[in-house]
């Protein structure tokens, strides 16, 4: 699912490395950085104003129920300005329309629930001391405690992760690809596999650390620049296996979108500010899902993890 410094993410946060200072002798408030600091503020600010309006209001719509099965549901919306200049750089990568797509037709129950196993097994070797926690295949980022640890480092990872579950993970993934490129008119190989792709296990738990916080509003492609189309692959049911936990759109006129995660569904939606969106606290049990991000900047491209990684 955050890294509370960059107004939160999907689930938790990816571990991200540390800038240096500015100079000592630099006045504060003609720093970039500073600069850069009270911009967030005053958009973090806006967001809280949007939100709590909406919840004082009380208007929401529904977007997919949990006892719904849907081939698929999309909403429509104008693609904000700084992600249509973004894309702009990359052919055959502009959507033919922003917005978000949720379907129960991508991904079968079974293959949701292998990746259930995967990240039990995973994030077993670790977990946070506060609610959330993560597992990155890829980079092999680990929660554990109030930090992180590289999960291949561990000694009996070789007995975790199989060849078998990174062929299903890989082909998943692939399917999410595609599926994105379809419903959003863009060419499916322009579109690359991009870091933070993660598990995310949330539990009711206090936050201990900002990684804990995944609940503040975001939007992803201010979070992680990389990011052009996210999507969540939901491993269990809310309602059944945890209480909270849903996916909420803060849309304009002060009305939420709520996707309530189902087994096996997958939403889909372009990572710019058309899609301002945060994650309901879990108030029982545990929720699993499965953020897998694309970009369209082969420079920020990541590979497959391979069974040579957990050899």
Same mark, same amino acid.
């Given at each position: 699912m955050s890294n509370r410094n960059k107004k939160g993410s999907t689930a938790a946060a990816a571990p991200t490395t540390t800038k240096s200072s500015p100079k000592k002798n630099a006045p504060p408030t003609s720093s970039p950085h500073?600069?850069?600091i009270l911009s967030r503020c005053v958009t973090i600010l806006a967001v809280l104003t949007v939100v709590?309006?909406?919840?004082?209001?009380?208007?929401?719509?529904?977007?997919?129920?949990?006892?719904?099965?849907?081939?698929?549901?999309?909403?429509?919306?104008?693609c904000s300005e700084s992600y249509k200049k973004d894309l702009k750089s990359f052919s055959g990568c502009m959507p033919e329309k922003c917005g978000r797509f949720v379907s129960d037709g991508l991904v079968t129950t079974g293959e949701a629930d292998s990746l259930l196993n995967i990240a039990q097994k995973g994030i077993a070797l670790g977990g946070s001391?506060?609610?959330?926690?993560?597992?990155?295949?890829?980079?092999?980022?680990?929660?554990?405690?109030?930090?992180?640890? $590289?999960?291949?480092?561990? /000694?009996?990872t070789k007995d975790i992760f199989n060849k078998a579950d990174l062929t299903t993970y890989k082909v998943i993934k692939t399917k999410i690809q595609h599926a994105i490129g379809h419903n959003f008119g863009v060419d499916a190989d322009k579109l690359f596999l991009t870091h933070p792709t993660f598990f995310s296990q949330?539990?009711?738990?206090?936050?201990?650390?900002?990684?804990?916080?995944?609940?503040?509003p975001h939007v992803d492609k201010e979070t992680y620049k990389s990011f052009h189309f996210t999507s969540l692959l939901y491993l269990n049911d809310y309602g059944k296996d945890f209480q909270g936990g849903r996916f909420v759109f803060v849309d304009k006129d002060n009305v939420n979108s709520t996707v309530e995660p189902r087994k096996a569904r997958v939403s889909m939606f372009t990572s710019g500010a058309? $899609?301002?969106?945060?994650? /309901?606290k879990v108030s029982a049990g545990v929720r699993y899902a499965l953020t897998v991000s694309f970009t369209c900047d082969q420079t920020y491209a990541i590979a497959d993890p391979t069974v040579k990684t957990v050899d």
């Amino acid at each position: 699912m955050s890294n509370r410094n960059k107004k939160g993410s999907t689930a938790a946060a990816a571990p991200t490395t540390t800038k240096s200072s500015p100079k000592k002798n630099a006045p504060p408030t003609s720093s970039p950085h500073y600069q850069k600091i009270l911009s967030r503020c005053v958009t973090i600010l806006a967001v809280l104003t949007v939100v709590y309006y909406t919840s004082k209001n009380g208007k929401e719509i529904t977007f997919a129920k949990q006892n719904e099965i849907l081939r698929i549901r999309s909403q429509n919306l104008d693609c904000s300005e700084s992600y249509k200049k973004d894309l702009k750089s990359f052919s055959g990568c502009m959507p033919e329309k922003c917005g978000r797509f949720v379907s129960d037709g991508l991904v079968t129950t079974g293959e949701a629930d292998s990746l259930l196993n995967i990240a039990q097994k995973g994030i077993a070797l670790g977990g946070s001391d506060g609610g959330a926690s993560i597992l990155d295949l890829h980079s092999g980022a680990l929660s554990r405690g109030r930090s992180f640890v $590289n999960v291949y480092s561990l /000694e009996n990872t070789k007995d975790i992760f199989n060849k078998a579950d990174l062929t299903t993970y890989k082909v998943i993934k692939t399917k999410i690809q595609h599926a994105i490129g379809h419903n959003f008119g863009v060419d499916a190989d322009k579109l690359f596999l991009t870091h933070p792709t993660f598990f995310s296990q949330i539990h009711p738990r206090e936050a201990v650390t900002a990684h804990d916080e995944y609940w503040h509003p975001h939007v992803d492609k201010e979070t992680y620049k990389s990011f052009h189309f996210t999507s969540l692959l939901y491993l269990n049911d809310y309602g059944k296996d945890f209480q909270g936990g849903r996916f909420v759109f803060v849309d304009k006129d002060n009305v939420n979108s709520t996707v309530e995660p189902r087994k096996a569904r997958v939403s889909m939606f372009t990572s710019g500010a058309e $899609n301002l969106h945060f994650v /309901e606290k879990v108030s029982a049990g545990v929720r699993y899902a499965l953020t897998v991000s694309f970009t369209c900047d082969q420079t920020y491209a990541i590979a497959d993890p391979t069974v040579k990684t957990v050899d």
